[in-house]
């Protein structure tokens, strides 16, 4: 299938004439054909137009139906075969292994999700039965379902062209709730977005679903993606990338007549504790690991490992050490893009020219355009609970060391957290006491609590939270990776003295659906289940 440059708006495909957006090679800095345009006012109007029409069908949609087509997107994008990670591998300077990783994630990701909308458990059934008898007063026949919140707005995150793109995980989550979708692209990988939007067409074309169930669209400098999340028939927000791209649209969204909600997830220094024990006993195996996961993709993913904490002395001179040792063999890798690198480059040099902070081992040095070099650094507690600005996210592969002058301090540390992705313990048993301390410190910080694993390397399951609070997500009580996401495009109704004929099918008596429902205060799961 070739690139053409156009957007999809429905079941068509148009060549738009707004700003001109290209794809660049960010390991030679070459252009990549063909140019793009930016979606304009009309194409905007028309895809939300085709959403809203499609909005009461596709949530209505058999739960048959909605998996198959789950399956089908997946299909057609394994059929994209070798051009769509060779396109994929120009835009992002991803290698081939890590981009064909990403696809089986994207389309796994898709059928994980096909198998939650055939269980209907996200249904979430809850019936009362009328108590007619009841005194002082009868009461009605209650029955509750969630239903799909309407048509949703995702955001291409850049460091995950395939995973969290224009098929990826938002977009996954929001098909299985039985959410049109209309996703603004990232410009970075415009080419990866049309052929993923393509395959995403032939799949609704395919199921025989209504044409405004998908659109992608084109645009940079900002304007169409507010202007679409201003847009009264999209009824919420998906979204990753920089803080401030995600606090414009929170407010962009809260500023509408009608305010929705926005799914961002932001920024995340994925705090690693180094435990006593555990420091003193293993700490150059735990400085190799640290670099491992902290060089891994060029530092480009929203959990690497951005801070250490541990207590000051030989044991963490002898970590400190191994780290300078491992991180002076990493090489120099190609970033996603220019303002990847130059956000990069801008966080780095700002902790290498800090007054209190201190090198404490670097990678080779960049050699190409858009090359990251690894860095680790180190400060004093003190000075890092003084300055907030320490806090901030350096996205790709710069980690900071708090040096601590005892445990009570890295308490404080802790503390004095902003809301995070991860949290990590590196531990041995016998840091049990000091763990069981620190814990429910990390419980109000984090989405994910990890000990002695790294928390690069998000599981797509059922069990997982790619969340938390501010500003690791702009609203800590969901998960953008793993089946809980589905959660994020529902709401419930609830259905009260209904006639049958008239109730969702998965609220009839007998059950016709098949689900599991929870009737008078019982969980009833039917026998096949
Ligand atoms: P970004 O600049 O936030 O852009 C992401 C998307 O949001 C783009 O489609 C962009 O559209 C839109 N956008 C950004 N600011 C906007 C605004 N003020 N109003 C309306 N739309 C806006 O993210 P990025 O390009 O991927 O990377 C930039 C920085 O984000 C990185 O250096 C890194 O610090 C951070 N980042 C973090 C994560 C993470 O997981 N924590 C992931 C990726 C990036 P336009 O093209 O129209 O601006």
């Known amino acids: 299938m070739q690139v053409t440059g156009q957007s999809l708006i429905g079941s068509q495909a148009v060549l738009s004439t707004g700003k001109p957006i290209q794809a660049l090679n960010p390991a030679t800095g070459a252009f990549i054909e063909p140019a793009f345009r930016g979606c304009g006012a009309e194409e905007l109007d028309r895809a939300c137009a085709l959403a809203a029409a499609a909005a009461t069908a596709f949530r209505n949609t058999p739960l048959q139906v909605r998996a198959n087509f789950l399956e089908?997107?997946?299909?057609?994008?394994?059929?994209?075969?070798?051009?769509?990670?060779e396109r994929c591998m120009l835009e992002s300077g991803l290698p081939r292994a890590r981009l064909e990783g990403e696809r089986a994630r994207t389309c796994g990701q898709l059928r994980l999700f096909a198998s939650v909308v055939r269980t209907g458990e996200w249904l979430d059934v809850r019936i009362e039965p009328a108590l007619p008898e009841r005194q002082p007063l009868p009461r009605s026949d209650l029955r509750l379902q969630n239903i799909a919140i309407g048509p949703v707005a995702v955001?291409?995150?850049?460091?995950?062209?395939?995973?969290?793109?224009?098929?990826?995980?938002?977009?996954?989550?929001?098909?299985?709730?039985?959410?049109?979708v209309v996703v603004k692209a990232h410009a970075a990988h415009p080419g990866t977005s049309e052929l993923v939007g393509r395959a995403i067409q032939t799949a609704v074309s395919k199921c025989g679903l209504p044409e405004g169930v998908f659109s992608l669209l084109f645009g940079t400098g900002n304007e169409l993606g507010l202007a679409l999340v201003s847009d009264s028939r999209i009824k919420a927000v998906g979204f990753t990338g920089s803080r401030s791209g995600g606090m414009a649209l929170m407010k962009a969204a809260q500023a509408r007549p009608q305010p929705i909600p926005v799914y961002a997830e932001m920024s995340s220094i994925n705090p690693v504790f180094l435990l006593p024990d555990a420091l003193q006993?293993?700490?150059?195996?735990?400085?190799?690991?640290?670099?491992?996961s902290l060089a891994m993709g060029a530092g480009q993913f929203c959990t690497n490992p951005g801070l250490v904490v541990g207590v000051r002395g030989t044991a963490l001179d002898t970590f400190l050490h191994a780290v300078a040792q491992a991180v002076s063999g990493v090489g120099a890798q190609t970033m996603l893009s220019p303002g990847i690198h130059a956000a990069y480059n801008d966080g780095s040099g700002a902790l290498a020219g800090h007054a209190r902070v201190r090198p404490v081992g670097q990678?080779?040095?960049?050699?190409?355009?858009?090359?990251?070099?690894?860095?680790?650094?180190?400060?004093?507690a003190s000075d890092f609970l003084e300055d907030e600005v320490l806090q901030r996210e350096v996205f790709g592969a710069t980690s900071l060391v708090v040096e601590c002058e005892d445990w009570a301090e890295v308490e404080r540390v802790a503390q004095s957290l902003e809301g995070q992705l991860t949290a990590t313990l590196l531990m041995d048993e016998s840091d049990l006491e000091k763990a069981a301390q620190l814990l429910p410190v990390l419980e109000e910080k984090a989405g994910r609590l990890l000990v002695n694993n790294w928390p690069t390397g998000v599981e797509v399951c059922h069990a997982m939270v790619h969340g938390g609070p501010f500003p690791a997500t702009s609203d800590a009580r969901t998960t953008s990776v793993g089946t809980a996401a589905i959660q994020r495009f529902l709401r419930p109704v609830c259905y009260q003295n209904l006639p049958q004929a008239l109730l969702p099918e998965a609220l009839r008596d007998g059950n016709p659906s098949g689900v599991s429902r929870l009737v008078g205060g019982t969980r009833m799961v039917p026998a096949s289940a």
Not at 72 to 85: F, K, N, R, Y
Not at 158 to 171: E, I, K, Q, R, Y
Not at 363 to 380: H, L, N
Request: proline share 4%.
């Open 72 to 85: 089908t997107v997946a299909t057609e994008i394994e059929a994209l075969g070798h051009a769509l990670i």
């Open 155 to 180: 955001f291409g995150a850049s460091n995950f062209p395939l995973a969290f793109s224009v098929a990826g995980g938002d977009t996954a989550s929001a098909f299985a709730a039985g959410c049109p």
């Open 281 to 292: 006993q293993r700490g150059a195996a735990l400085a190799e690991g640290f670099v491992a």
């Open 363 to 380: 990678g080779a040095a960049a050699e190409g355009p858009c090359q990251c070099q690894a860095r680790v650094f180190v400060t004093a």
